[in-house]
Every structure is written in C-alpha cells, then in structure tokens.
C-alpha cells in the first residue's frame, strides 16, 4: 500500500474514532471547541424571511465564499404563527429548507429564535394577536404570554433539535431571548422559565447564550447563570474596551461580538444610514486578531416585503423603510459590494477563504416606462375589500379588538352638525396609530399622522361622511412600547364634540389582489355616489412584458406620494417617495413573470401625479429625502 493511502486511512481511522459530534466552551483556554478542537466563528446574519426563497441558496453561497464559516439566524415567531394554533413552515416559511441549503453549503448555524428578536421587524417577532389581552405584559413571566410562548417553542424546538451539531445537524448555538438587558421588565423568571423550555426540548449539550449591549447596565438583567453571556457592538477604537463588560460576566471563555454593525437601518423621512469598509474592516480586524468571535450583523439585509417593517420609538414613532439593506456587505438585491470584498481580505489573514470566484451579482434590468390607469377610489369598492359587514360602534375600537393585525382599516362616520368654518378634527390623545387618510364625502382632506400631525381643518354639512383610512405603518420593535394597538386608539374630536357611532370596516385588500383583481376585469360592487368626487386614496394598474427571462429591477414612483405596491399579486411593501429617503422598491426577478403581462397594482393614499406611470430602473434609490 503506498505511503500517501496508508497515512490518508490511518487519518480517517483516528477522526472516525473521535467522531463524537461536540460543541463545547472551553472555559479554560478562553474558546469554543467543536469536535475537541479549537474553533471561532467568523459569521453573519441573513433573515430568510427578507430574501425571496429562489435566492436563499445564492446568498449563502456568497457568505460561504467570502470566508464565513457560520451564519446567524433569527426566527421571527410572528411569521409562522400568523393566527394562535395556526402554524406555517411552508414556502419562504420554510426555516428548515433553508438551514439544510446552509448545511450543504458548509456553513454552521447560529440560531436565534427568540421569542423576542428585535430586528426591526413588527412587533420585534412577537404575535399581535397577544395583544388580544390588553394588559399583557410581554416578555415577562405573565402568565397568558408565558402560555402562548410554550406553545409555539412546542412547535419550533423539535424541529431544530434532530439540526443540533451533537445530533447531526449545524446548529452550534441557541440564542435565548435578545437584548433582554435593554427591557424595562428584568423579570428574571422569565428568562428561567425560557431557560428551562430550552434545556427540556434541547437538552443538556447545546451551547445556550445571551446577546446584549456592551454595558454593565445591559448585561445586568440580560444574563443568567447557565446562559452564556455575548454582546453586541459596531466600529469601535478599541477592542479590549468594547469586550470589557463581557469580560466582567465572563471572565472566562471565548469573546463574542454577536452583532457587529456592518451598517445600520433606515427610518422614513431620515437619512440613509452607512458605514465605509474602512471603518468597518478596522474593528473586525482587531476582534480577530485577539481571536474574538464575530457575527456580523446584516451580511445580507434583504427587503421588508408586504407589511412587516417594524418602528423605533425615540422621542417620536419612527417607521423603518421597506429596504433592509443595512448597507451591509451584500446589498438588498444580494449583490456582493466593496465592502464585502475588504471584509474578505480581512478574513483572509487570519483563516482560509475558499477559493474560487465570488458568484457575480444577479442580473438587473430597467423594464423602463409603465403606464399606471386609475381603476377607482378604495371607498368605492368598500363592499369587496372588507370580507365582513362593518362592524358598529358608538367609539372607535382597534385593529386588534377586530382581530384584523396588519395593513389597513376603514372608520366611518358622519358630520354630526354643519361645520360652516374650518375647524379642527382632531385626534387629541395622539390616538391615530399611524397613518389616518380623512375624507369627507369622499374627498380627500388630509393626513392625521401619530406624534406628528394631530389635527386637520374641515369644514361639511350636517349628516356628510367622514372616512378615516387608518395604516398600520409597523409595531414598535424596540423599548418598552410594545402594546402598541394599531388603529384609531382614542376618540376622534371635531371642535370640542367627541365623533361617536362609528361603523369600521376591516380590509383584505392582499386577499382580494390575490384573485387576480383589478387586472382580470371583474367588476365589484361599484358604488360611487352621484356628484362626488373623490381623488385618494385610490388604486391603479397597469402591466408590462418582460423580454427573455425575468431579472431582478426596481420600481421609481415619479410624483406619487405613499403608498403600497403589488406586483402580480406579490405585497412588495409600502413606498413613501414623498419622504424618502428610499425612492425605488425592489422587484425581484421571482416575481416577475416571462409569458405574461405583468401586473402592477398600487394604492396610492395621499397624491397621484398628473402623469401617472411607474419606472423601473436597474439600481436602487435609497439616499434622497427630495
Ligand atoms: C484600550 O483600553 C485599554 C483599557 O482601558 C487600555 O489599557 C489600552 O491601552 C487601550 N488600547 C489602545 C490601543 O488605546
Ligand atoms: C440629512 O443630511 C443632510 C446633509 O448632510 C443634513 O443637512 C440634514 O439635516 C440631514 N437630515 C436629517 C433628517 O438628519
Ligand atoms: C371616548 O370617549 C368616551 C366618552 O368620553 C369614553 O367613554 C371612551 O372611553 C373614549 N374612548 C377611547 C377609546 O378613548
Ligand atoms: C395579468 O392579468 C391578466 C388579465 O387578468 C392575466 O391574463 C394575466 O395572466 C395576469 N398576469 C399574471 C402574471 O398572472
Ligand atoms: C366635482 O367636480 C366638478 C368639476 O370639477 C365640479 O363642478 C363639482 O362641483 C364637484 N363636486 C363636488 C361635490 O365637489
Ligand atoms: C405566469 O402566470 C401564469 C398566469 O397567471 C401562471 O399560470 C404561471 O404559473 C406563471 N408562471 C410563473 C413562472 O410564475
């Protein structure tokens, strides 16, 4: 037998002796082992849920190839249990698909799954329908939510636990909780109870963890003994302070910077965040070189499709735009960037990057010029876009009491006098959470808009319709404002008269685009009244072929104000070109479709322009508040 074979089967012998499958701590030589032996993450984080399914395998191998051995992962529960007891893990819920595509890429798999995980995402992932109990104190061990929370990690946990690295699979760690240090509630039984649901479905091998911020006072109601304790933080001077407060929970084991801010998210009507390779590079070379473990936090941000953009609140609500590109690495789109590239070169001096080209970016395509054709006002087609009759009330109740949690409801009521001089509708509790569209008699008279703009002038006759088109512009995801009930959530005043007897509408209006409607030329029941003319918000469409096969673009809205987008049938988010400072959407390719008109349907909420057309271009637009 020659040398080379003798030695190759006498290597296979010993790893196949030792193949005891191990994640550990290593507590003393300050590291995680895997198999017995050393071992460092050099990771980043990409959300299945905001990347379309057809690009899951082309973005991990991306990650792959610029030297990542690991990727972190939320699980937004919210997502996969849109209803109590209603579960879905299908399609572009399908985590398991995902992590298997991650698994034959070669990369190992940091879980994050919650039940709270930020993210900017409605709610930071937690159901709304919790919110059914009114008084629930989320993230605490009350009781109803401690329930709900069972019930969903009875549905989550066994399906992770055969993927765990002692079982087989490539999940090395569970993230429980996120930022929990940052919660007003410190409520340490909770995070007991979570531990003890953890280790019973999980067992006693996984590493389980922690992720706050880099302070004492953070780490202080985050952590839990048998928890290990990470922290997150972006480019920084220096590397030893930034680890000092992990230090001092831990003084023993391996450094983690969970989340290392290779960018940073975007708020309606701010500017767009970046942050330059330079500086990022810097930090992530210092970590590595004192042999620190990183996950950068988004390697891949992806997109906000339909309507699961959450909100910050800081001093006032702040909605996140529907790009996620988080400037990070790879763009929204996936594409590999020149940041991606200098992280690579980083990475490089310090462990193998595999070798190989990067794959290219996907091919874009400006489709150019689509005419959009106005189809009709959203209060002719009341009947057909609410799947119930309307529900009465003397005062107005919320989203949530009406069990409809996402998109749009429509209140109703009538002048209860003549309004001879403008005077004053007004929200004065700041009850309009977020957005509420004001008609009168079918004319649009303005946006009330929470924390913002409290009050309009009116002016009507007694008996006159007054609409108000309420938005859901996304939960708050982060402080202690998570109750945050969704439509009007205080009485409505007209001069010093509270409005009362209000008829409420509930809207499926994905339900109804879902049909194939306006396009497909059925008619509802239109009820335009005679002499009224009313202008927004209004739904418009129009279509386009697409030439070969379909490639990845973005849609401008030219003079169009706020609103959201679908595009045959697909809810791509909600635009603001009058805010900024995204002014295009991202199309994907999958969407799109080679053999038949494409259709566009937009519900524009504030103002059409006089020429009403869509412009799709080959790049994106996310850096102008014009
Ligand atoms: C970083 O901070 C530590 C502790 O405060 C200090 O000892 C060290 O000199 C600093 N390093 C640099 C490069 O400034
Ligand atoms: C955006 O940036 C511009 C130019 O740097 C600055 O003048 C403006 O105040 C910024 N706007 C906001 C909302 O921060
Ligand atoms: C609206 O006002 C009425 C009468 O003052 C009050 O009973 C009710 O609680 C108020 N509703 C809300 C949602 O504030
Ligand atoms: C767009 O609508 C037209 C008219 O209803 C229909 O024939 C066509 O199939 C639709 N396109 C797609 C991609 O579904
Ligand atoms: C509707 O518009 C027409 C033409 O612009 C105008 O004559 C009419 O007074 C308007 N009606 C209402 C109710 O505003
Ligand atoms: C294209 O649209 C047609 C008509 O709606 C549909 O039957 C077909 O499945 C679509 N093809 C793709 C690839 O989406």
């Known amino acids: 037998m020659d040398w080379k074979l003798r030695l190759l089967l006498l290597h296979c012998f010993l790893s196949f002796t030792v193949s005891e499958k191990s994640f550990e701590i290593d507590f003393k030589n300050n590291c995680f082992r895997k198999d017995g032996e050393y071992f460092r993450y ?16 082309d973005r991990l191998l991306k990650m792959y190839m610029t030297g990542l051995n690991a990727i972190q992962v939320y699980v937004p529960w919210n997502f996969h249990e849109p209803q109590p007891g209603v579960y879905n893990f299908e399609g572009d819920r399908n985590i398991e698909v995902f992590l298997d595509l991650a698994a034959t890429i070669g990369l190992l798999v940091i879980l994050r799954p919650g039940p709270y995980i930020c993210a900017e995402w409605d709610m930071g992932g937690l159901p709304a329908w919790l919110l059914q109990n009114q008084n629930i104190v989320v993230r605490s061990s009350d009781s109803d939510y401690l329930r709900a929370v069972d019930s969903w990690f009875s549905q989550l946990l066994p399906r992770m636990k055969p993927r765990l690295y002692q079982n087989g699979g490539n999940i090395i760690s569970v993230q429980v909780e996120n930022e929990y240090g940052s919660y007003f ?11 003890k649901l ?33 922290v997150d933080f972006g480019p920084v001077l220096n590397i030893t302070q930034a680890f000092a407060a ?22 309606w009507g701010s500017n767009h965040s970046t942050s330059s390779p330079e500086k990022v590079t810097q930090t992530l070379y210092d970590m590595l070189e004192i042999g620190a473990n990183v996950n950068m936090y988004m390697f891949e941000g992806g997109t906000n499709f339909g309507y699961w953009s959450g909100a910050d609140y800081k001093s006032k609500y702040l909605p996140v735009t529907t790009s996620y590109d988080y400037d990070a690495p790879l763009s929204e789109a996936g594409d590999p960037t020149d940041k991606l590239f200098a992280i690579r070169s980083v990475i490089s001096k310090f462990q193998d990057v595999p070798h190989g080209p990067m794959p290219p ?106 609409d108000i088109l309420v938005e859901n512009m996304g939960r708050i995801n982060f402080g202690i404002n998570f109750n945050d009930f969704k439509g009007l959530v205080d009485n409505i005043t007209l001069g010093s008269y509270i409005m009362t007897d209000w008829e409420m509408y509930s809207l499926n209006i994905d339900a109804v685009i879902s049909t194939g409607w306006p396009q497909n030329g059925l008619h509802m029941r239109h009820q335009k009244k005679e002499g009224v003319n009313s202008t927004v918000p209004a739904f418009y469409s129009g279509s386009f072929l697409v030439p070969g096969l379909p490639q990845d673009t973005y849609l401008k809205l030219p003079g169009w104000s706020k609103g ?54 080959e790049r994106p637009i996310l850096n102008d508040t014009s």
């Open 42 to 57: 050099v990771s980043g984080s990409i959300h299945y849920f905001r990347v379309p399914p057809e690009y899951w395998k």
């Open 198 to 230: 953890f280790r019973n479905i999980l067992g006693d091998q996984v590493v389980l963890f922690t992720t706050d911020g880099n302070s004492d006072k953070e780490l202080k109601c985050g952590t839990l003994q048998g928890l290990y304790a990470t």
């Open 185 to 195: 509630a410190c409520d340490y039984n909770y995070m007991r109870h979570l531990y």
């Open 246 to 267: 992990q230090r001092h929970i831990e003084p023993k084991g391996p450094l983690v910077n969970s989340e290392y801010y290779t960018g940073w998210l975007d708020y």
């Open 361 to 466: 970016a996907t091919p874009k395509y400006g489709y150019g010029f689509v005419p959009l054709r106005k189809i009709g006002e959203l209060i002719d087609f009341l009947d057909d876009l609410s799947p119930y009759l309307p529900m009465k009330t003397s005062y107005p109740l919320s989203f949530e009491d009406i069990k409809q949690y996402f998109g749009f409801m429509l209140y109703r009521t009538h002048l209860p006098t003549d309004v001879w001089d403008p005077t004053p509708l007004m929200s004065p509790l700041n009850g309009v959470h977020d957005l509420g569209y004001v008609l009168i008699n079918g004319v649009y008279q303005g946006t009330l808009e929470r924390d913002s703009v409290l009050m309009i002038s009116v002016t009507g006759r007694k008996g006159d319709q007054l």
């Open 564 to 617: 959201q987008l679908w595009i045959n049938g697909f809810n791509l988010g909600r635009y603001w070109s009058s805010r900024g400072p995204q002014k295009t959407l991202f199309v994907p390719g999958t969407v799109l479709n080679a053999t038949f008109p494409n259709n566009i349907t937009i519900l524009e909420l504030q103002e059409a322009p006089s020429k009403t057309y869509g412009l799709f271009l």
